[in-house]
């Protein structure tokens, strides 16, 4: 359905950039205009994702007319994927547009801060909207840009400079990627549009290994995505950007990082039958939430925990996306973004929550039959629920994989009560805690396959090489899963305290970054600008 009244859900992104020319005329202490507007536009937001969300339902696919030339231009497009991205954002927005307006009070520079935030809200609106080549290119620069100029906000902090710099290099290459692949795409298929362009994709050949047009605009989008989500190497400036205001932490975990697996689940019907881009993005993802999650266990502060968490969690959605597996990489795009609003937004108080929960853990046993008796339960819990879904999780390789995951995960519900003294109370509820973990996933899983059919590709099998490297991902997951779990009742030695603090410096992966881009400079304090 083609209709010029779709353009009104512009109004959603209009109304911050509104927000943001507002904050020039009251760009400094307690903007009272500025919080007013900014609150309305959080408002109009829900309203409008609210709206589009029940356009979308009622009709199906909804576009507008394209203004432009040789297909390229401005339109919008309305479907399942980019109503439910737009109202993840409205209700982050809202929520960090509220959080800002007390934070910062008494900043000398408050309406600077909202107008910036409200401009990379709106760019990040624009970008899940957008239906044309042209726009979401445009878009997709203009969110770096904004989110950029929020990174430096405090000048006169270095390492916030720093990190800034590095952000800033990684972001134009990924834009430069992300504008090679639309070349390439509009040369190949003619068109810009959004619908246009799947729908040739689909009734062409698949582009498997080869790096024609399809195949090499797949492998630059799944690079771009990499570069956008701070994937392994390029994840140092994620965990360096703490010196930026808590609300842009929030507003970057939560909602700009998660592009790169947005970028890939709105081009699925390009990557999807490119075989040399969702082998990338399989290894690129497993090896990033591989490296991250394990180094995170070492850090001792708060923030940089989470951003290696955020890095990460990117890599899987990643990871899932190559596998095939788009629904299940949306939903955990979605849980993700509110968990790690929530973190960062209370960040501040978390020692004080660690130390009101504070209580005595039973003592660890270190036993490997009663971590393998956690693995037993898992798979049981995964192969139960597994057949009462009809089976085919238990028969599609993809799909068995990916419940691979899950059992790791519930294995390490199940395993520290298991493989403990401490009574057997605590392990029957680990248990029930793994089931309802279980059952949420498969709901929410089964949820999302039918919220976005049709808007992603179909579960497709895959070859041989990407089925090899999603067992090898999964057999270094258990092994870590196994170390992780004995850990704790592990003796200390020298050795094992050298490793902590290789992990705890990032195995020097960031060192390289460093060279590449004079992050290793470090400017002058400048003073604050008025």
Not at 216 to 243: D, I, N, Y
Not at 390 to 409: K, N, S, Y
Request: hydrophobic share 60%; aromatic share 6%; with cysteine.
């Amino acid at each position: 359905m083609t209709t010029p009244a779709a353009f009104a859900v512009l109004l959603a992104p209009a109304a911050f950039v509104l927000v943001a020319l507002l904050a020039l005329r009251q760009p400094g202490l307690r903007p009272r205009l500025v919080q007013r507007a900014g609150a309305v536009a959080s408002v109009l937001g829900m309203v409008v994702a609210v709206t589009a969300g029940a356009t979308a339902a009622g009709n199906g696919l909804v576009e507008s007319p394209t203004l432009g030339v040789a297909g390229l231009g401005l339109s919008v497009r309305l479907d399942a994927l980019s109503t439910v991205m737009l109202a993840m954002i409205a209700v982050l927005a809202a929520v960090i547009v509220r959080y800002s307006a007390t934070y910062l009070d008494g900043d000398a520079r408050h309406g600077a801060f909202l107008g910036r935030l409200a401009a990379t809200i709106a760019a990040v609106e624009v970008l899940v909207l957008a239906g044309n080549l042209a726009l979401f290119a445009l878009a997709w620069i203009a969110t770096s840009l904004a989110l950029h100029r929020l990174l430096v906000f405090y000048p006169e902090r270095p390492r916030a400079v720093v990190a800034a710099r590095k952000k800033f290099v990684v972001a134009r290459i990924g834009d430069a990627l992300l504008l090679g692949a639309v070349v390439l795409l509009h040369a190949r298929f003619g068109t810009g549009n959004l619908e246009e362009l799947f729908t040739a994709v689909r009734a062409a050949e698949p582009a498997g290994w080869a790096l024609g047009a399809t195949g090499g605009a797949a492998l630059l989008l799944a690079l771009a995505a990499g570069l956008k989500s701070a994937q392994f190497p390029t994840h140092g400036w994620l965990v360096e950007v703490m010196e930026t205001p808590t609300p842009v932490s929030a507003l970057l975990h939560a909602g700009i990082l998660n592009a790169g697996p947005f970028l890939v689940a709105r081009f699925a019907f390009v990557v999807d039958g490119a075989d040399v881009a969702t082998t990338a993005l399989i290894v690129s993802g497993g090896a990033t939430a591989l490296f991250a999650s394990v180094v995170l266990l070492t850090q001792p502060a708060v923030k940089v925990v989470l951003g290696y968490s955020s890095a990460a969690h990117m890599g899987f959605m990643l990871l899932l996306c190559g596998l095939g597996a788009y629904p299940a990489a949306m939903l955990h795009l979605v849980a993700h973004s509110f968990y790690k609003a929530h973190a960062f937004l209370s960040s501040g108080s978390a020692i004080d929550e660690a130390r009101a929960g504070r209580v005595t853990l039973p003592q660890r046993l270190g036993s490997p039959v009663r971590v393998l008796g956690s693995m037993a339960v898992a798979v049981a819990v995964y192969a139960s629920l597994g057949l009462l879904w009809g089976g085919e999780q238990l028969r599609d390789p993809v799909l068995l994989a990916i419940g691979g995951m899950l059992v790791l995960a519930l294995a390490q519900l199940v395993a520290p009560a298991l493989d403990s003294d401490g009574p057997i109370a605590g392990a029957a509820r680990a248990t029930g805690l793994a089931l309802a973990v279980a059952v949420a996933f498969f709901v929410l899983e089964a949820g999302a396959h039918e919220l976005l059919y049709g808007t992603v590709p179909d579960l497709a099998g895959r070859g041989a090489v990407q089925l090899g490297l999603a067992a090898a991902v999964l057999a270094v997951f258990a092994v870590v899963v196994v170390l992780q779990v004995l850990e704790p009742a592990r003796p200390s030695s020298a050795r094992r305290r050298a490793w902590a603090v290789h992990l705890r410096n990032g195995l020097y992966a960031n060192a390289l970054l460093d060279r590449l881009v004079g992050g290793l400079r470090v400017p002058r304090a400048a003073g604050p600008r008025h």
